[in-house]
């Protein structure tokens, strides 16, 4: 178990896994959408909500060469202009303390990615309990330096990285003074392919990193997901758009509430399935054992009558002596009479 907590909510696989509502720019430049977010992530059962605190000026530099217009016709974004895609997607940082309020006072943790040194001035100024460091900007060491230079728990997304780049990344945050660290696996495609996702790295990051590891989903689903949780992700982060919103620049891979709220419910259930290693029997299942086979009469056998294929047979229920035994039993005697149905013991 790694020790790793946000205001007291322990989180690690010996916890319920810990579920992120990610909000992004599903606010659509509301702020009464932004704080409706909270409340409905709140009432379908999210442990947390998470913004993102940047400006289109500390993201890019406006203009239109083509480095900075996305040429990727599959991409939902396809043709846009890098500075007016963030400034569309940017929140108000003027709402920011309003949403933290709000989280405390209907008790759901909030806390923000950080994306450059003034972002982060203005979240430390809020007292921001944790903080999350987004796939595009893990290569930003600097940046990671400074965030886990604060103490405070620090998850980092790991998508587009290669596993020397994530191990560069693990030791600048240590040596940075980072003692409670999260790696998200993470697929940097929107929405991302089920089949590039690659679960069965997570258990091999437990082990080599020594850190809690989630799962940030850009999955349109809630498999992926699922999937995770049963491979040891004790984080969950998924974008959450509630259904009023019918619309928004995430929306191709955004789960509404009631989704988000199935998620959560089977999340836990496949958490509680893990267990342990064990092979014993459950009460209820020592209960049932009379539902398996043994061997029964199926036709009137005198004492002395020998046993055949014709008047014993292997059925349910499973009061008779155990399958194993019916060949043995073939060919030989009856010492008792045994009527149709009578369990051969």
């Known amino acids: 178990m790694t020790n790793f907590s946000i205001e007291k909510r322990s989180i690690g696989t010996d916890y319920k896994p810990y579920f992120i509502a990610e909000m992004s720019c599903n606010h659509n430049q509301s702020l009464e959408n932004a704080l409706n977010i909270v409340k409905i992530a709140k009432n379908f059962g999210a442990d947390a909500v998470k913004i993102q605190t940047f400006s289109a000026d500390s993201m890019t530099i406006n203009s239109n060469k083509d480095d900075f217009i996305i040429d990727d016709r599959n991409s939902l974004w396809f043709g846009r202009n890098l500075y007016d895609l963030y400034s569309e997607a940017q929140i108000n940082w003027d709402w920011v303390k309003k949403i933290f309020d709000l989280s405390k006072e209907l008790d759901i943790q909030c806390f923000s990615s950080v994306f450059d040194e003034k972002s982060l001035d203005f979240l430390e100024d809020l007292n921001t309990p944790a903080y999350k460091i987004a796939s595009f900007e893990n290569n930003h060491l600097p940046l990671i330096k400074n965030v886990c230079s604060t103490h405070k728990p620090v998850i980092i997304s790991t998508g587009g990285c290669t596993e020397d780049e994530i191990d560069e990344?693990?030791?600048?945050?240590?040596?940075?003074?980072?003692?409670?660290?999260?790696?998200?696996?993470?697929?940097?495609?929107?929405?991302?392919?089920?089949?590039?996702?690659?679960?069965?790295?997570?258990?091999?990051?437990r082990k080599k990193f020594g850190c809690e590891i989630g799962l940030s989903d850009h999955t349109k689903g809630i498999g992926t997901s699922i999937g995770a949780i049963a491979h040891g992700a004790s984080i969950i982060e998924k974008?959450?758009?509630?259904?009023?919103?019918?619309?928004?620049?995430?929306?191709g891979f955004s789960i509404n509430e009631e989704i988000f709220g199935l998620l959560i419910k089977e999340g836990i259930n496949a958490w509680k399935s893990l267990g342990k290693i064990n092979f014993e029997l459950s009460r209820s299942e020592i209960n049932n054992l009379k539902f398996k086979r043994s061997i029964y009469a199926c036709a009137k056998i005198e004492i002395g009558e020998v046993f055949t294929n014709s008047n014993i047979k292997i059925i349910r229920p499973g009061m008779g002596a155990k399958p194993k035994n019916f060949d043995k039993l073939i060919g030989k005697k009856s010492n008792k009479k045994y009527e149709v149905g009578d369990p051969i013991n």
């Open 169 to 205: 990344i693990v030791e600048n945050a240590r040596e940075a003074g980072c003692r409670e660290l999260a790696i998200l696996k993470c697929t940097s495609d929107y929405p991302a392919d089920v089949q590039d996702v690659n679960l069965l790295t997570i258990p091999y990051m």
């Open 239 to 251: 974008h959450f758009l509630p259904k009023y919103i019918k619309k928004s620049l995430d929306s």
